[in-house]
């Protein structure tokens, strides 16, 4: 089992940049594909951002060259740094854990945090 409890989000201007912290808590967060997911107003949650226990990504093509998706697994903890922010990037964000490779699929992740709003003002 694990728990995820992301933080981070909040009010931002076009072009502004945020950084969303995920904590985990549980067994052998490092052995984990952690990922990024958002869902927009009126829209169904996408996909983001993955990382593998070896700190291989992937990403959405709507995000590449703007965001960034790390791990500390001392830390128990993934990151998105997100960069040069756009009003479409406005939405709650969600972490979540799959026991899996790299992983861009909602329904490969088993466990989710409760999310976090990221608003982009024009």
């Known amino acids: 089992q694990v728990q995820l409890v992301e933080t981070g989000g909040g009010l931002v201007q076009t072009g502004g940049s945020l950084r969303l912290s995920c904590a985990a808590s549980?067994?052998?967060?490092?052995?984990?594909?952690m990922g990024w997911f958002r869902r927009a107003p009126g829209k169904e949650r996408e996909f983001v951002a993955t990382i593998n226990w070896s700190s291989s990504t992937s990403y959405a093509d709507s995000v590449k060259g703007r965001f960034t998706i790390s791990r500390d697994n001392a830390k128990n903890t993934v990151y998105l740094q997100m960069n040069s922010l756009k009003p479409e990037d406005t939405a709650v964000y969600f972490c979540?854990?799959?026991?899996?490779?790299?992983?861009?699929?909602?329904?490969?992740?088993?466990?989710w945090g409760q999310g976090t709003q990221v608003t982009v003002s024009s």
């Open positions: 549980g067994r052998a967060f490092s052995t984990y594909t």
């Open positions: 979540a854990a799959a026991d899996s490779v790299l992983a861009r699929a909602l329904d490969q992740y088993g466990y």
